[in-house]
């Protein structure tokens, strides 16, 4: 590969790193062809994407960058897996995967310009969906306020019992 080559990739591979928040690294020594094409079409449905490059011109593509921490545990070949901004399903496929493929071993990564372990990870990967945890926030949110609103509906509900109590009183005195 000639030097220009060399160039141009870390140059892609910079770009790339830049569009993505999160990356992870991870051993894929040992691992069959048909086990790593179906890790990457889990990848894919996942928002992410899996890059072999050379350790070297991975630590130059992250050099100054928020994404640097990745560069410590980039150690032998490696797998780098770009992820979007939703990682919990991602994190999901890769640690099913660490379990599932006895080579494939996650190292490290960065979420949102913060250094993860593999442990962090999977602490990651039992958080439910985003969806699932903003709809637990607006219902934290909105419950004091639908308490509120029951203790103010609570007078005008209880005059109407009152006045409905006394109309059928004049009712039974009429008859």
Do not use: H, W
């Not at 030097?3 to 051993?27: G, I, M, S």
């Amino acid at each position: 590969m000639k030097r220009q080559e060399k160039v141009d990739l870390v140059q892609q591979l910079r770009a790339e790193l830049a569009r993505t928040p999160n990356v992870f690294v991870a051993e894929y020594r040992g691992m069959t062809v048909e086990q790593i094409t179906d890790f990457r079409v889990k990848l894919r449905k996942a928002d992410g994407a899996m890059r072999v490059v050379k350790n070297t011109f991975l630590r130059r593509a992250v050099e100054g960058t928020e994404k640097a921490p990745v560069a410590a545990v980039a150690k032998g070949p490696n797998a780098v897996i770009l992820a979007g901004a939703d990682i919990v399903d991602l994190t999901k496929v890769l640690v099913a995967t660490e379990r599932d493929i006895e080579p494939f071993k996650l190292k490290g990564g960065v979420v949102a310009g913060s250094a993860v372990t593999p442990a962090e990870i999977g602490q990651i990967s039992a958080l439910p969906p985003r969806p699932v945890l903003l709809g637990r926030a607006v219902g934290s949110l909105a419950s004091p306020l639908r308490g509120f609103l029951n203790v103010c509906q609570g007078n005008t509900r209880n005059l109407l019992y009152a006045l409905e109590a006394i109309r059928q009183a004049k009712e039974k005195a009429a008859a």
